[in-house]
């Protein structure tokens, strides 16, 4: 049981328990900044006109393809 609900998705993205929270942890923090970014902008729309958008798309570049298997293509760019 234990196993299921705590250690099945880190290693589906071949992490320990620890290092998949660090991770979250992190990206939890970058998307309160982003939110933040993006409230100031409501706010003043000439203060951080890209930024939660960029943090965005970057988090989303990190995160898309984590435990699938490389494709072709992919290890050729390395």
């Keep these: 049981m234990i196993e299921k609900y705590f250690l099945e998705h880190p290693r589906s993205v071949d992490e320990s328990y620890l290092e998949h929270a660090a991770f979250a942890g992190r990206f939890s923090f970058q998307l309160f ?46």
């Design 33 to 78: 900044c982003a939110a933040f970014a993006a409230l100031v902008h409501a706010i003043l729309p000439f203060m951080f006109e890209k930024t939660a958008s960029r943090m965005v798309a970057d988090l989303y570049a990190r995160t898309h393809n984590r435990g699938e298997e490389p494709s072709s293509a992919q290890i050729a760019a390395e």
